[in-house]
Structures are given as C-alpha cells and as structure tokens.
C-alpha cells in the first residue's frame, strides 16, 4: 500500500488534509507519532488504535474522510421499535438484522476496519460491509446489545451510518443484476459450448463429415442455443416488441435488428436441421446474445451505481424532529415516523423541516432551492407554510405539522427524480437514432439481394438473404457506446471523480466556462482568526474572541468554526439571527451585537458613529470581518485561509483548452479580489448570494456558455443542479451532492483536469466505434450478398468487429 | 467416433451442472461486491483486535 505517496510533512495523517500551523496533535501509531489535523482526526485515530486495529493504516489505499466535528448525534432513537421498523428485521432465531448505509467508506480497508471493529462488540453476531454500495448488514442479539451503541462504535472510528430506507429501490436493484449476471452466465456456457460443436462442423465442412455425425452436432447446437436464445436474450425481444408496438419507425431502436437478426438466424437453422439442409448459425446467434448481453451489463452497471450515489430525496429528510409536548415546554427528540398531523415542532436555524407544517412562532428565512431551485430564501412568518426537506437558514422557528411522508411535496419531487433516472445518456441515443435507418437499409437489402437470387439461383436465395441478417447484425453498433462509457467512468472514478448523472463525459468535453465557489471549494474552508484587532479599550482580545464565540455557537458557516476553538462558554448569546451572507446578530447581556460585513455591523451603530467609521480594512490579504453593537465597532477579525494545491495545475489547463474561469463567492470582502488576482482570475464576484449566483449562470447560459460549477455549500445547490454540469467537493454538505452531477471524492481540483481530458477521449473513441462498426457492416454487406460468407466467416467477423470496439474501448482505462 | 454417442449426452449432464452451480452462486450474493473480495486477501487477519468495554446505560434521554 502506497503509505509513502500519502505522507506529507504538514498533512493530517488520517484524512489527508492539510494541518492547520500552530496545531500540535499527535496519535502514536504502530510506533510512530503521526500529526493530526482536528481533535476529531485525533479521536478517530485514537479508537483505531486502543481496538488494536493500527493495520487499517498499512491496508489502505485512499485517505478516511475527515470526521463531521458538528454532527452531534442522538444515537438512541434508533432503538426505538417505531424507528427500527423501517429497516431492522427481527429473525426467527430471535436475533435482529438491520441494513446501514455507511459514509465515509473510501476503500476497502474501510471494509475491514469496520467488519472487525463491529464483529468485535459484544452480541454482534454477524457484519457484512459492501464498499460498492456502502452498506452494512449487521445482525446482533438484543438483549446483550443495542443498535445505538453499534451505530456510535461507527461513529467514533470515523464512519457515519445511517438507516438503509430505500430497501425497495435497492431490491429492485439487486434483483436486475442478478438476474443479468445469470443470463449472462447462460449465453457466456452456451456460446463456448456451441462454439466448440460449430469448430467440428467447420471441420466437417472442409474436410467431409457423414450425414449422421453432422446431423448429430447440428441437434446438438440445437438443444443448447435454445435455452440461450429463449431466456438470455429474452430482453432484447422484449425491448423490441415495446419499440414496435409505438410502430413508429422514428423510435425504433437498436433492439429491433438484433431481435429479427438473432430469431431469424434461430429459426433458420433449426429448419437447416430439421431438413438436414443448408447451413447452421447456432454459433453466430450463440455469440451475437453473449456479446450483447455484455454491452448491457455494463450499461447497467453504470446506471446502478448513479442510482446509489444519487440516494433517494427522501433521504434528506431527517430521522428525527424536535416536538414541543406544549408551547413554553422543552423540545424532546423524536423518531420523524412519530410525528403527527397537528404536532408542533421547533426547526432550529441550519436544520432541515422533517414535515410539511404551518408556523406557528418565530420568523426565519427558509431555503426552498431544494425544490424551486430557486436560491432566493423566503421569509416565513406567522402563519405561512413550510415544506419538508427545505432548510431553515436564519432562526428558530416553532412549526405545526400539516403532512407527514407520502403526503408532503417532498414526495412527489421523488417520483420525478426516479424518471429521470432512466433517461438515457445522449450519446447512447446517437446509436438508437441510426439504428431506424439502420433496420430500413437491411430490410430493404435483403428484399432486393433476395429477389436478385430468387431469379438467378433459387435454392441460394434463402441462405444469402439468411447470411446478410447474420452479417449486418448491428453487435459491434450496440457495443459501442456502453462499453466506451463505462470504461470511462471507471478511469474517472479512479481519478477521484464519482459521476453520478449519465450525460456527464459528453458535457465535460464542451464545456466553454468553469464557475468556482470560494470558501471550501478553492479554499480549504478552515479559517483561522489570524488577527484580531480590539477597538475599544472596554474589551481585550480574548473577550472579543469570546463575544464572536458566543454568537457563532450554533452555525455552520466556515467563519463559525474560527471561533470555535477558541473560548467559547465565557459569554452566552439569545436571539441569535443569522443572515445569509451577511453576518450573525445576538443579544449579549444588554447590548445587541453583530458580527459580519462591514456594512451590516456599522447599520446598528449610532448614526454619528456610522458616518465616521473607518471602513477600510488593516490588511489586504485577509478577510476582515467586524464586531460590533449598538455603541459602535469592537473588533476587527481577519480571517486566513488557505488555497487548495490543485487549483494552479488546474487553471493552467484552462487556459490551456480556451476554457475560460470564473470565481463567484459569497464572501464580499477584498479577500475575493486578492484570490482572484493571486490566481489569475479574470471574472470574479464578491458577495454574490445564491440569486445573484444562480443569475449569472443563467445569463451565461443565455449567451451560449456551458458552464462547469464546482461548489460545496449549501447555498451552492441551486447553482449546482442549473449548470450544466456540476461537481461537488467531496466534503460537501450532503445536499450540495445530491444536487451535482459528479462528486470530487478527494478533493483534489487537478482530477477535474484529467477527467475533461478523459472526457474528450471518450467522444474520440465513441465516434471512432460507432464508424468502425458501420465501415465493418458496409464491407461484409457486398460479401454476404455475393454468396460469398460461410457461417464461420459470420462468426469470425462478428466477434472480431466486436472485440475491435471493446479493444478500443478499453484505451480509455490507461 | 462412435464414442461421441456418449459422450455428448454426458457434455449434457455437465453443462446442467454448470449452469446449476452457476445459478448457486449468484443467489448467494457471491457476485454482489466484486471490488472488495479483490483486495481482501491482502490482508493480514492476524492483528487480533482488543475486546470493546461493555455498553453503559445511557442517560441522556431528555
């Protein structure tokens, strides 16, 4: 394992990310003091070794993924009988089994980490990880365990788990490849199987064989294609049958030849054995369903995994809800099944509505991108309505439940989502668009070459017209594509990149304009408070320090986490309101405060003050933020932070391609301008909010662009699912990365780099299948009308003509 | 050749046995993870891990 490539001096040693300076934490491992880059590295590091598990460290491939340090999870609801309903099965043997989804999952050492770490708890009597699909089968014994313990065991070795909801879909799915896999393996014997029946007749062929021996190996061939063409290639008769019963020939697709070539060349050559007459084709329509049964396993394969990483929407529902037994009473912690119709709950600013509900007390701002796409927050007062699974922004809010579940609007967004799924990348709709003109041309040239040798050759008609369907059989057309993108995704996968939406290789390789986030996009979105300059002599820097703590306790903003190392506890905020790009505001003792931009601090100042005040920032290169309240300015915070290393490589290679950048941030400090002058980005905008984000896509889009975003907040999720295509950093909020096209699991920028360049190849490879295939049946089309093709021949060239575009394909995976 | 007599219906029997054992080993999911089975004999399950303490009633209902 490549540990060496993976050690840098200043990088955490478990998640890979740079060390912050000044930072001192180390965990001994296997001997050796490795440096930490977060208390929660540490701690994670710390479990991994007091379990005597060190070997993690020596077995993996990639980085863990850093810990969530503000996720603080109430573990023991999933005890409950109501919560465990949904995905805990109680056995006959008295034990419990329940299906995780696990995050965090980066290798397979992750696998074994968890397996062993799990299996060792006490009552645990069985642990399956899949790292494919990030789930975790686990059965334990109740009365000596319970799932919240397992669940926070999880936790403290660095993975978040999650109850498996979407048992159905993923069912569904499982039962597919499965069933491929069969076919597959059915076609795979049968082909090798008649191949080797077909050689002796072949021989036979040339050499002479009696009647009895070859009729013999013709029944032969007979009985074990049958179960090939009846069962393994049932799908494509199936496909072919819907296509035809839309009878419009625009919409024929790539099924319809195969179907009439892989059933005609069937019943051809049972009537060839029946009639001890004429030639056999079982080895061709053998090979032509195994070939063709490959192409859609892979396709199927790349479909599958879209689906996992895209989750279900209603997954971004939470599992629990805070419901108020009575107005004034404290908030209890309940499983989301428990709420009903007429519960009040409080939704706290940063967390998302587990219901559609009314409000009751309280005013807020309220994300509803998640549904509109529209970034602009709404303000929700008294009275108006709020929707499941959008995010509260601002401040607390005390909400009356009107739906629950399947009768919220979250729902029916679902359904959309899962329709969308099954659109087909565009690339592969190029092949079922020839395909129509395709079916006319070879019907049409069998007619003709039939008639031509009905009147000159009768007894030959039948077989030419037999050996053209077997020669023009559309197999290395239909392998073309699949096989070339799911080559490429793979190479894009091992580049860091998880493309979870299909038309994402085609887009990558036209795109005009790459859009970047500031703040955990080209940054590493850890601020650190590097000075703090104090106003006033009321109040030394560390109090200043204490006062920001105080009112950044509860949010989520990168600017928050600065300050929270520092003291916080010494003073305590109420009323705290958070405005979106602007800054936070609280009551601390009897004076209000604020801390932000410049411009939103200095509007509570006194108006004397107010037209006094120095605005101009001490320093350049950092982002300044300011303290203040009603008397006037406090302090200034400047924040630093440091620039990801792939962003150079990266835009150096835009330049390169004639790919112009942009940087679009929500920051309005100077620090925006110095990033964008340090990096040579001629477009930028400072305090852009999501609307104006959002506009600017539009209106390049408007003016012909295609645009890349690369984001990571969730006031980039919008943004995210307009452009054209989309990525999100892998430390993205969940909901950023359900809203993107592709997810950066390292987070390393250059990968965006390597896989345009994956990107364009593709389209090459695509185009240079797609021609090869039609050159290949343009040639053989003369031949096979000639008389001139043998049933070998057909094998031979078929199954050459598809390796070559398999061979090609695979180019893509260097 | 008369031995072909035989033996092609004994390839009929081991081609139903094929596809059996074949059919055997998808339903028991052995194809279900191809990336992790790759790379688990690579490890080295001879680190045996230490006993996890005994879960403590939790308190911390509200």
């Given at each position: 394992m490549p540990d060496s490539a993976l050690e840098?001096?200043?990088?955490?040693?478990?998640?890979?990310l740079p060390i912050p300076q000044h930072l001192n934490l180390t965990v001994n491992i296997s001997g050796e003091a490795q440096a930490m880059c977060c208390p929660g590295c540490q701690a994670v590091a710390l479990s991994i070794v007091d379990g005597g598990l060190e070997n993690f460290y020596r077995f993996r491939s990639e980085h863990a993924q850093r810990p969530n340090e503000t996720s603080k999870h109430q573990?023991?609801?999933?005890?409950?009988e109501e919560v465990q309903a949904d995905f805990v099965a109680r056995l006959a043997s008295g034990e419990r089994e329940a299906q995780l989804l696990i995050q965090g999952?980066?290798?397979?050492a992750c696998v074994w980490l968890l397996e062993k770490q799990l299996a060792n708890?006490?009552?645990?009597t069985a642990v399956t990880v899949n790292a494919s699909t990030h789930r975790c089968l686990i059965r334990w014994s109740n009365d000596t365990q319970n799932l919240s313990h397992i669940m926070s065991e999880c936790q403290r070795i660095g993975y978040e788990p999650s109850p498996a909801t979407d048992e159905k879909a993923f069912q569904a799915r499982k039962k597919e490849n499965r069933q491929s896999l069969m076919r597959l393996g059915v076609a795979g014997i049968g082909m090798m199987q008649v191949g080797m029946v077909a050689i002796a007749l072949y021989a036979g062929g040339l050499q002479g064989i009696s009647e009895g021996m070859q009729n013999l190996l013709r029944y032969l061939s007979l009985v074990i294609a049958t179960p090939v063409v009846f069962y393994s290639a049932k799908p494509f008769f199936q496909a072919a049958r819907r296509s035809l019963a839309?009878?419009?020939?625009?919409?024929?697709?790539?099924?319809v030849p195969v179907s009439f070539a892989i059933l005609g060349a069937y019943f051809a050559s049972v009537y060839s054995t029946l009639t001890n007459s004429g030639e056999v084709y079982f080895d061709s329509v053998s090979m032509f369903t195994f070939f063709l049964l490959v192409g859609r396993y892979l396709e199927m394969r790349v479909r599958h995994s879209n689906s996992l990483a895209m989750?279900?929407?209603?997954?971004?529902?939470?599992?629990t809800a805070n419901r108020?037994?009575?107005?004034e009473s404290d908030p209890v912690a309940v499983?989301?099944?428990?709420?009903?119709?007429g519960d009040r709950v409080l939704v706290r600013a940063g967390e998302i509505f587990p219901s559609d509900g009314c409000v009751l007390r309280g005013s807020s701002s309220v994300e509803e991108a998640l549904l509109t796409g529209e970034a602009k927050p709404l303000r929700k007062k008294v009275d108006d309505l709020v929707i499941a699974g959008?995010?509260?922004?601002?401040s607390v809010l005390e909400v009356r439940v009107t739906a629950l579940g399947q009768n919220t609007t979250l729902s029916a967004i679902d359904k959309l989502v899962s329709r969308a799924e099954l659109e087909k990348p565009l690339q592969q709709t190029l092949a079922d668009k020839i395909a129509a003109y395709f079916v006319a041309a070879v019907l049409i040239l069998s007619l003709l070459v039939g008639s031509f040798w009905y009147f000159y050759e009768p007894e030959q008609a039948f077989w030419i017209v037999l050996s053209i369907l077997v020669v023009t059989c559309p197999c290395a057309l239909s392998l073309a594509t699949p096989v070339a993108l799911a080559a490429a995704t793979s190479a894009a996968r091992r580049q860091g990149l998880l493309i979870t939406r299909a038309h994402v290789l085609e887009s990558m390789a036209s795109i005009t304009r790459i859009v970047f986030d500031k703040t955990?996009?080209?940054?590493?979105?850890?601020?650190?408070?590097k000075h703090c300059i104090p106003?006033?002599?009321?109040?030394?820097e560390r109090q200043c320090m204490a006062l920001a703590a105080a009112l950044e306790?509860?949010?989520?903003?990168?600017?928050?986490s600065a300050f929270?190392?520092?003291?916080?506890?010494f003073f305590s905020a109420s009323d705290i309101r958070q405005y979106t790009a602007e800054g936070v505001e609280g009551q601390i003792g009897k004076q209000c405060y604020r801390l932000g931009s410049i411009e939103f601090v200095s509007n509570i100042f006194p108006r004397t003050i107010q037209s006094n005040?120095?605005?101009?920032?001490?320093?350049?290169?950092l982002q300044w933020i300011l303290l203040g309240s009603e008397d006037g300015p406090v302090a200034w915070f400047g924040l630093s932070d440091s620039v990801r290393s792939g962003i150079k490589p990266l835009l150096s290679y835009c330049a390169a391609e004639s790919i112009n950048s942009e940087l679009l941030s929500?920051?309005?400090?100077s620090a925006v301008a110095v990033l964008a002058e340090d990096l040579g980005i001629q477009d930028f905008q400072a305090g852009a909010k999501p609307a104006d984000k959002l506009a600017r896509i539009h209106g390049l889009q408007a003016l012909g662009e295609k645009v890349l975003m690369v984001g990571d907040g969730i006031n980039d999720a919008p943004v995210l699912a307009g452009a054209d295509v989309s990525i999100a950093m892998g430390a993205a909020t969940d909901l950023a990365q359900t809203r993107a096209?592709?997810?950066?699991?390292?987070?390393?920028?250059?990968a965006i780099a390597r896989v345009r360049g994956i990107a364009l190849k593709t389209r090459i490879i695509i185009r240079q299948n797609v021609t090869w295939a039609l050159c290949y049946n343009a040639l053989a089309l003369p031949l096979a009308a000639l008389g001139m093709v043998p049933p070998w021949a057909a094998a031979i060239g078929m199954s050459a003509s598809s390796l070559v575009v398999t061979l090609n394909a695979l180019r893509l995976n260097r | 050749m008369d031995s072909l007599y035989l033996l092609i219906p004994v390839v009929l029997v081991f081609l139903v046995l094929a596809i059996r054992f074949l059919s055997w080993a998808i339903k028991s999911g052995?194809?279900?993870?191809?990336?992790?089975e790759g790379q688990?004999?690579?490890?080295?399950?001879d680190a045996t891990p230490k006993p996890i303490p005994k879960p403590q009633v939790e308190n911390d209902k509200t």
């Open positions: 840098l001096a200043e990088d955490c040693y478990h998640c890979g573990w023991h609801v999933y005890d409950l999952i980066t290798c397979a708890m006490p009552g645990v839309h009878a419009q020939l625009r919409h024929l697709n790539m099924d989750g279900s929407l209603s997954q971004l529902l939470p599992f108020l037994a009575e107005p499983p989301l099944k428990s709420l009903l119709v959008t995010l509260n922004t601002e955990g996009t080209l940054t590493l979105g850890q601020l650190r408070v106003t006033q002599k009321q109040f030394d306790k509860n949010a989520n903003h990168p600017i928050a929270l190392a520092e003291t916080a506890g005040f120095n605005t101009s920032v001490p320093e350049r290169n929500g920051d309005a400090s096209d592709a997810v950066l699991l390292n987070n390393n920028l250059q | 052995q194809y279900d993870d191809l990336d992790t688990r004999i690579l490890f080295d399950d």
